[in-house]
């Protein structure tokens, strides 16, 4: 379907339907391949290498931020301009930002596989569990130039209208990278490195299949000489800031987390941790999938001035947000040992640790009842260019309310962290509300001051 019927003239609830089922399907795959990542690691490898999997992966994730920021930071203003029939200027921010990505990626990758032995050791971390955390993150620190414009060149793929060949991109990245890690780990009976390859060499074959339409010129965007110029780096940054100051401000709060957890419950803890951001990583790609799949078709109708569209479209986004949080919450109360025997062994040979880890899933499962709302506001704002707001919501979400929590959950030690989530998720909740009144109201104009446009210039807020 073209890209300019399917965004201003499907009706909302279809294209809901159209643009969030794929790209929650896509997430699913992701997520269903990462629940078997730490799968495979927990019960092929040992509990070691599954702690240090989690020791390590707040790095990783540190590895793609700056390519989500330009990643994310660029969708959104291509969208806009696409709307208001930029399409010239829309090319060169896709080109600009192609090329950044890559640039960024061999900077950080070789920066994180110099520093990983003390960015390991800085958490605590010692003898074979640091040895196997180092030797995952530069696995991916090697691969990084290649790997860190995957997701990227999805966001692209679905701003171009291609929503389905983006989701078997996706699903076949997953397959590719589960069958890849099998491999390594089953066959070749490699260490933790084998699950770091597999899955980095799936992102990097899919990273040259999802490029290849756009450089034969075959889709709306395509490369042509960048021509970088300073509103371009400004918009970039200022739209792709939420993400990343998420993105950035989270792993320094789970940094924090896995220093506690190994000071006050040793590598048990930071098992029950990974538990946690395992289920975590299954519900959050869902949501993701659905809110970021419509914030191409948001985008390009705030660009055509269609404000009451967007609030239709949202409210399927809010809607379908909810649905998801609260199945999430219903299945982690009621099934938390299943889900922790997924990833962890010899649970029923020690009753308190399964005690514990029990307890612990059921307390993060109260995260849903709230997380929704602020997650899909974040999304909302930043599809209408409200960076500021987006990035209040995500760094309090990522750093502030947490650190204030366990600051004041202190006492609590374990139990205090296992309750951060949920807590953290309520104060999100409050924030986002207060945001949502204020920007309907008129009573705030955050893109003035972010991106330079004058009150003239800029349009009313339609409110959600």
């Not at 909302?12 to 794929?22: G, Q």
């Not at 080109?95 to 596989?113: D, K, N, R």
């Amino acid at each position: 379907m073209n890209y300019k019927k399917l965004f201003s003239a499907t009706r909302p609830v279809k294209l809901f339907f159209i643009a969030s089922l794929p790209g929650a399907v896509s997430m699913l795959a992701s997520a269903l391949y990462q629940l078997l990542d730490g799968i495979f690691v927990g019960h092929v490898l040992g509990n070691s290498s599954f702690a240090a999997l989690n020791l390590a992966f707040p790095f990783v994730i540190v590895n793609f931020a700056l390519a989500d920021l330009i990643g994310v930071g660029s969708a959104v203003p291509i969208s806009v301009n696409l709307g208001r029939k930029q399409e010239e200027e829309a090319n060169n921010i896709f080109s600009c930002s192609c090329l950044m990505i890559v640039v960024t990626g061999a900077a950080t990758g070789a920066l994180l596989y110099v520093l990983a032995p003390a960015l390991i050791g800085m958490m605590g971390a010692e003898g074979n569990t640091a040895l196997l955390a180092v030797r995952y993150l530069r696995v991916y620190a090697v691969c990084s130039p290649v790997t860190t414009i995957v997701f990227a060149m999805d966001n692209y793929l679905r701003i171009c209208g291609k929503i389905r060949f983006s989701m078997f991109l996706n699903i076949l990245m997953s397959v590719m990278s589960a069958g890849l890690e099998a491999l390594f780990l089953f066959v070749f009976r490699t260490d933790i490195r084998g699950a770091a390859l597999g899955t980095c060499l799936s992102m990097m074959i899919c990273a040259v299949i999802a490029t290849a339409p756009f450089a034969a010129k075959k889709l709306q965007l395509r490369f042509r000489r960048p021509r970088f110029h300073g509103r371009l780096i400004r918009e970039i940054v200022t739209c792709g800031s939420p993400n990343f100051l998420n993105n950035i401000a989270g792993r320094v709060t789970s940094i924090l987390m896995n220093t506690l957890l190994l000071r006050w419950g040793g590598e048990d803890a930071v098992n029950i941790y990974g538990v946690l951001m395992y289920a975590d990583g299954f519900v959050q790609p869902l949501l993701y999938g659905m809110c970021d799949s419509l914030q191409p078709a948001v985008g390009y109708n705030w660009g055509e001035g269609k404000y009451s569209r967007v609030r239709a479209i949202e409210r399927c986004c809010f809607i379908g947000a909810a649905a998801v949080s609260a199945a999430a919450a219903v299945v982690l109360v009621c099934f938390p040992d299943a889900i922790a025997g997924l990833f962890l062994e010899n649970l029923a040979e020690r009753p308190d640790f399964a005690a514990e880890t029990e307890q612990a899933v059921r307390l993060f499962a109260l995260t849903y009842l709230t997380r929704w709302f602020s997650f899909a506001t974040q999304s909302y704002m930043l599809a209408v260019e409200k960076a500021l707001p987006a990035a209040l919501i995500s760094v309090s979400t990522a750093f502030v309310f947490p650190v204030a929590w366990i600051g004041m959950l202190w006492k609590l030690r374990l139990t205090g962290l296992w309750l951060n989530f949920a807590l953290t998720a309520l104060l999100a909740a409050i924030l986002s509300g207060i945001l949502l009144f204020l920007l309907r109201k008129g009573l705030w104009k955050p893109d003035e001051v972010l991106s330079g446009k004058t009150e003239e210039k800029q349009k009313p807020d339609p409110g959600v």
